[in-house]
DNA sequence: TAAAAATGTTGGCATATTGCAACATTAATA
DNA sequence: TATTAATGTTGCAATATGCCAACATTTTTA
């Protein structure tokens, strides 16, 4: 596989979950400390720990409070959205942004004009 | 705030379930999606994309399934575990790993000795 | 501006998650 | 190796989420 290469949409539902789950205890552990130590700190039962740590999913919210109490809410400042502009730009895009799709389907025959 | 740091720990569980509301319906507006195509390639049902786009929560499967729809599953790389060594190396440690938290809680009389 | 399409909202029901407790199993400790 | 502590497992009730459909609202289109 290429360096820096991976093909994640290879990988199923199920695996992702693990993913998450791994990533919790790892770093759990690595700052040796209990599950429930951990859910106590999060503001969950441990059993909902149990269910996440070892894949088997769980809410959204119980993941960010676990992630919380672990200290690492810093790894989701990959989900906002970046783009920075002048305010100047930002007042006039703000104007013409696109808060819906859009109806047309067909994007082979008429050229879509960008926003910015 | 200085430039590159930032105080996730500032931002509540609600504000982090509107910041990958808001990943997700942006991405999806980039690329021109309804939400209903969005849901149907993802395999849920639009109100499950409207809740968690419009910060509601749900569980972290549909949140999953959403990326995979949106062709975004590569942003969870940054839960994977990085530590890469050599296979000698990895036999070693294999055997000292650590599995449970300790049941030593005090960490200040007594060096902890590391795994590697 | 009228029509069409996308999005938001509601309620009822099915399913999943959570919390809790008790017990079983396994790893770490002394 | 015996003991202790951490983790895994189970069942049940309470709560939350997911699906579905119908309708309201808002944006986009023509």
Same sequence: chains 1, 2.
Avoid: C
């Amino acid at each position: 596989m290429e360096k820096g290469i991976k093909y994640w949409h290879a990988m199923s539902d199920p695996a992702f979950l693990e993913l998450l789950g791994n990533f919790i205890q790892q770093t759990r552990l690595q700052q040796n400390k209990t599950q429930q130590q951990v859910a106590t700190a999060a503001g969950i039962n441990r059993s909902t720990m149990v269910q996440i740590e070892n894949g088997g999913g769980g809410t959204l919210l119980s993941f960010i409070q676990i992630l919380r109490a672990l200290e690492q809410l810093q790894i989701l400042e990959h989900f906002e959205i970046k783009q920075q502009f002048s305010p100047l730009q930002l007042a006039k895009m703000e104007q013409k942004k696109r808060q819906r799709a859009s109806a047309k389907k067909d994007t082979t025959t008429k050229k879509t004009k960008s926003n910015w």
